[in-house]
């Protein structure tokens, strides 16, 4: 069974980049049946996907996050991370890395504890 | 860009049974996942592909998915099953995933 843990700064300021490693046990990252998604949720609010990274090293995004996100794999240690630029108070939230099934039905089976990001000014 | 439309609350009596929400266009051609959170929880998938249970759901939990709209229902509701609960699809125009608002789902 897989696990997977945030990892990552708390608290970052506004105008500057968030960066957060999501860290999976159990299993390798090294597969083509995954995605490796971030998914963010505003205090009170619902949840949001953000996007993923595939084993080959490509990616894709929610549109209305392209231009300001970036993901990366790192094999060596199990790892996927997200870099947001530029943040706002609006990008303060729980941050989830969750592992997605590519094989036909794209859902969210395996998730991280999440992490509370706040933006500060 | 895809939307899912969930009603915000749903109160139920203990024993009774739930019949969550999902509107959305044509969404009977696309897959629905639910997923159930509890505060200070992450989420977790309860039903996937419409009408599958994952490994440890219990069989009160089902999925049903037609037309404009996809279902969730839990039979016999019991305290432990309150919860915010998201319905989810993955739009393939821009291959990410769509969450619907979530309902709270409220044991009286």
């Known amino acids: 069974q897989e696990q997977l843990q945030e990892s990552g700064p708390r608290l970052v300021k506004a105008s500057e980049t968030l960066s957060l490693t999501c860290t999976v046990s159990g299993g390798s990252i090294n597969t083509g049946s995954f995605y490796w998604s971030w998914i963010r949720q505003p205090p009170g609010k619902g949840l949001e996907g953000i996007g993923y990274v595939y084993f080959s090293g490509s990616t894709k995004f929610n549109p209305s996050l392209q231009n300001r996100v970036n993901m990366s794999m790192d094999t060596s240690t199990n790892s996927f991370s997200l870099k947001l630029s530029s943040v706002t108070a609006a990008d303060t939230a729980v941050y989830y890395c969750?592992?997605?099934?590519?094989?036909?039905?794209?859902?969210?089976?395996?998730w991280g504890p999440g992490t509370l990001v706040t933006v500060s000014s | 860009s895809y939307v899912l439309s969930q009603p915000p609350s749903m109160p139920v009596p203990p024993g009774q049974t739930a019949t969550l929400t999902c509107a959305g266009d044509n969404v009977g051609r696309a897959s629905v996942h639910w997923y159930q959170q509890k505060p200070g929880q992450a989420p977790v998938l309860v039903i996937y592909?419409?009408?599958h249970r994952p490994s440890g759901i219990p069989e009160r939990f089902s999925g049903s998915n037609s037309g404009n709209a996809a279902a969730l229902t839990i039979s016999r509701v019991e305290a432990g099953d309150e919860a915010d609960y998201y319905c989810?699809?993955?739009?393939?125009?821009?291959?990410?995933?769509?969450f619907g608002g979530g309902t709270k789902l409220t044991v009286l």
């Open positions: 969750a592992r997605v099934s590519s094989l036909g039905m794209y859902y969210f089976d395996y």
């Open positions: 592909g419409d009408s």
């Open positions: 989810q699809v993955w739009e393939t125009a821009t291959d990410h995933a769509v």
